[in-house]
């Protein structure tokens, strides 16, 4: 198999990106538009619409936004098909729109509960079920889901933001299983301690008075590597795992954590 250069990769593919407006979201983007893909970032964000214009970089690249609620089924049905109209198909999902409450399960209410899941794990659902069959009619394509090592190691108070992770990755396997027969591959990343906004918020939530500067050590203190890890590092992976060249790749969590989970950190 002859694989297209790497700089145009994704030359007349189009690529939904849930929660494409910050952090690993906006980098995939970024990344998968200057890669050749039209890209269209669906947000809650109230910059949505911006960071599309600033993506497209003056239409130097292909890049729209639509601005709405991830979880509501009838938001995601119309920019689903907004999407395919105006560019003709569908061939990348990716899913990384999320929220990070902080609070163990007593002290986390219903009502955030049940938002968790529905930005977290919902919009995922809603952009499958109405995306895929769009993906079958472009002939296959690839979904990546964006989880965290959260997923299976926890530090406290992260009650529902770390069962949503959960359930991504299985709600991942699923996808994997179910639409295999149709050419469509799908994999989840589980990121480490990322520097992106939503890093920034669960250092304040956890800072006791410390500046991010000092959480971010903190943070960096058990990672072997000893750093945070970038937004364009993930969005590197996003991009392989969206491409041909990870073809035999489905169904797989790719963690990215600068060995955190290795090991055990005893001294």
Request: proline share 3%; glycine share 10%; aromatic share 6%.
């Amino acid at each position: 198999m002859t694989l297209p250069s790497i700089d145009r990769e994704f030359e007349g593919k189009t690529a939904f990106v849930l929660g494409g407006s910050s952090g690993i979201g906006r980098a995939s983007a970024e990344l998968l538009a200057d890669r050749g893909a039209r890209v269209v970032i669906v947000g809650h964000a109230e910059d949505t619409l911006t960071v599309a214009a600033e993506l497209s970089d003056n239409g130097k690249r292909s890049v729209i936004g639509i601005h709405g609620d991830g979880s509501d089924s009838g938001f995601v049905r119309s920019a689903v098909d907004r999407t395919v109209s105006e560019f003709g198909s569908l061939d990348i999902i990716m899913c990384s729109a999320a929220i990070h409450p902080l609070g163990n399960v007593v002290e986390t209410d219903e009502a955030t509960w049940d938002r968790t899941f529905a930005v977290n794990v919902k919009s995922m659902y809603l952009t499958c079920h109405f995306g895929v069959p769009h993906m079958i009619e472009s002939g296959g394509g690839s979904i990546i889901t964006v989880a965290s090592v959260q997923a299976t190691s926890n530090t406290p108070n992260v009650c529902a933001y770390a069962s949503t992770k959960g359930a991504i990755v299985t709600f991942t396997h699923t996808l994997a299983i179910d639409l295999a027969k149709h050419k469509i591959r799908a994999n989840t990343i589980c990121p480490g301690s990322i520097i992106t906004p939503m890093q920034e918020h669960f250092a304040r939530g956890n800072g006791e008075g410390k500046s991010i500067e000092d959480m971010y050590k903190v943070f960096a203190r058990p990672v072997p590597l000893q750093r945070l890890g970038e937004a364009w590092e993930i969005a590197e992976l996003a991009a392989f795992l969206a491409s041909p060249r990870s073809g035999f790749c489905t169904g797989s969590q790719f963690t990215a954590d600068g060995g955190l989970l290795a090991g055990l950190r005893i001294f």
